[in-house]
């Protein structure tokens, strides 16, 4: 395997921080949930300067993979995702959902290429 280098980023661009987030999934619920995620989830982490940069779904349905970014270093986009997580916004958007997820892998990527 190549190892690609990393994308060189300007001098003057701000420090971005990216995680995967990695869901397994119930395959009958799949499009509810994608659906959910595109329309209420996302709209309200990107009003609070979240950025969706993409989203894959598996063929299968069972596996979900988006990767979000923020400007900043790990440690404000850490603080950014408490807030969000303890947010009365995200517990109302989560309020009565079903239980989409089964399991969670979330952690921070660099970009390669």
């Known amino acids: 395997m190549v190892t690609q280098p990393e994308t060189p980023r300007p001098a003057d661009a701000a420090e971005r921080t990216t ?9 009958a619920l799949a499009e509810e949930f994608v659906s959910f995620l595109t329309t209420q ?3 309200a982490r990107e009003e609070r300067g979240f950025t969706v940069e993409s989203i894959w779904l598996s063929d299968g349905k069972d596996e979900l993979t988006w990767f979000v970014s923020r ?14 997580e303890e947010s009365d916004e995200r517990a109302a958007i989560f309020s009565g959902a079903p239980a989409y997820v089964s399991a969670k892998d979330l952690r921070p990527v660099t970009r390669l290429r």
Do not use: K, S, T
């Not at 400007?71 to 969000?84: L, M, N, S, T, V």
């Open 19 to 27: 995680y995967m987030r990695r869901y397994a999934l119930d395959p």
């Open 41 to 43: 989830v996302i709209p």
């Open 71 to 84: 400007p900043g270093d790990r440690e404000e986009f850490a603080q950014a995702e408490q807030a969000w």
